[in-house]
């Protein structure tokens, strides 16, 4: 048997949601013929019991009386019939105290919202999900404009302040306008402090962004959540009808599965209050929203760093680096929901990618050139103390190759290595007989080298041969006249 107050939710889900009874069932827990059955009974019908005699019947009418005078709770009345008999437990006491006084029923006044008028924020939990090689804490941020319940749903995997000035921003490009006014909790982001009796204190951030973009923030009373039902039927919307049985298998994959639903789904669906499609309000409610800002708000979180010696500076378990100069540098880092900016007193030196994956590492390729120009310096200098140690003409050679070749460096490397292979006299003469034969390159002296490297036979008799007969041949005389007969000619 089930209460009238679960009667009437079975009724809501069915007729306002338009649930059916598998998912009415699945959500309360209840089977599903006891849904069926609620489903076609068009009032609520108690169950009729037999008459029961109970411990507490001949106690009844004085606690009606002692309820009338004043308010007890069922403790102290369950004090007061014991002193007059009673033997029974607390239980039954309570049970029959709730039904002659049942609890009052708070009521609240219904809202409305002219066009253009509110907007109401919140953020909400979910579970988590796999961001790269790790998991974060799912969260989305929901924005309703109250009056046509025009839906922006972003989904992040963090809560704070960059976040929830970005996700303000995105939803007022998808409405293309902002509205009048936006309501929201009590929340950190948003108020700072809030006194009864007293003007909240609203977070400067978010006060400097509600000016530049033209809204007024209008919090909520505390503890009065109610005041926000829009956004809250919108957040258990969004759960009951998108997350809930979503297979989400990486971060990047919910943010577009949610826009594409919030385009199909949530924005074109009879509204279960309005009657009406919110896509279809919406386009009355549009003219009456403020225009968007011309310039974007900075919503960046600034804060001071260090680069370590590495040239890296940490956010958040990862790592990531700045050009090799600014190693042990104190910086200016400006945090945002996809990026990180890097400043050395007004200079941007690094932007990065933002990851929200952990224990990862950042480099640019080109930041540390720097250091490896300084090194490779290092390493020519010294080769080019090795080589005007050569020979005492090792300088003059080396301003010869300079005006001789593109790339002295490289014959300077060459004749160093030379010396490693060579001894270092044969280098030096080379050198200096480079001089008289104005040869200058590391070609030269590698050729001269290795000629004289060479072992070589010393140079004996010459033998044209063992053939005596062959010094007896005889030669004709040559026949000069040609050269007349021509010259006549």
Not at 124 to 133: E, K, L, R, T
């Amino acid at each position: 048997m089930i209460d009238y107050e679960t009667f009437m939710k079975i009724k809501s889900y069915h007729e306002k949601d338009g649930l059916n009874c598998n998912q009415i069932a699945a959500i309360m827990g209840l089977s599903f013929k006891t849904v069926d059955k609620w489903l076609n009974e068009k009032r609520y019908r108690m169950r009729k019991s037999a008459d029961i005699s109970s411990k507490l019947d001949p106690f009844k009418n004085q606690i009606v009386q002692m309820l009338e005078k004043y308010p007890y709770s069922a403790a102290q009345i369950l004090l007061r019939i014991k002193d007059n008999g009673f033997d029974g437990g607390y239980t039954i006491v309570k049970d029959y105290v709730r039904k002659v006084r049942p609890p009052k029923t708070r009521a609240f006044l219904k809202l409305s919202f002219a066009p253009g008028e509110c907007a109401q924020v919140d953020w909400a939990s979910y579970g988590s999900v796999n961001v790269g090689s790790t998991h974060r804490r799912l969260s989305f941020f929901v924005m309703v404009l109250c009056h046509s319940r025009m839906m922006y749903v972003e989904f992040t995997v963090s809560q704070t302040m960059q976040h929830f000035l970005a996700c303000h921003q995105n939803a007022f490009e998808y409405f293309g306008s902002v509205p009048k006014k936006i309501m929201v909790d009590n929340l950190k982001s948003a108020v700072l402090s809030r006194i009864v009796g007293q003007t909240p204190v609203f977070n400067p951030k978010y006060l400097d962004f509600a000016d530049h973009c033209g809204f007024n923030i209008t919090p909520c009373s505390v503890g009065k959540g109610n005041e926000k039902g829009r956004v809250e039927n919108a957040v258990g919307y969004v759960k009951k009808n998108f997350l809930a049985g979503l297979d989400i298998p990486d971060f990047t994959a919910v943010n577009p599965a949610a826009r594409y639903w919030i385009d199909t789904v949530a924005n074109v669906r009879i509204h279960g209050e309005t009657r009406k499609k919110p896509l279809e309000l919406f386009k009355e409610e549009r003219p009456c929203l403020n225009a968007l800002p011309v310039n974007p708000f900075d919503i960046a979180t600034v804060s001071q760093v260090r680069a370590s010696s590495q040239f890296r500076i940490t956010i958040d378990t990862n790592r990531y680096s700045v050009p090799a100069e600014y190693a042990g540098r104190a910086l200016t880092l400006k945090t945002y929901p996809d990026r990180l900016c890097i400043y050395c007193n007004d200079k941007l030196i690094a932007r990065h990618v933002r990851s929200y994956d952990r224990y990862r590492d950042f480099e640019d390729p080109d930041h540390p050139r720097e250091l490896l120009a300084q090194r490779k310096k290092a390493r020519n200098q010294k080769i080019f103390m090795r080589f005007l140690t050569l020979s005492p003409k090792a300088e003059q050679y080396y301003r010869k190759l300079e005006q001789r070749r593109m790339n002295p460096y490289h014959h300077v490397r060459k004749i160093v290595a030379l010396s490693e292979i060579y001894p270092l006299e044969s280098v030096a003469r080379a050198m200096e007989d480079a001089f008289t034969f104005e040869a200058f390159s590391c070609e030269y002296i590698a050729n001269l080298l290795e000629q004289r490297s060479r072992c070589l036979p010393e140079a004996g008799a010459l033998h044209l041969t063992r053939r005596e007969d062959l010094l007896d041949i005889k030669i004709e005389q040559p026949d000069l006249t040609i050269y007349e007969r021509k010259d006549h000619d």
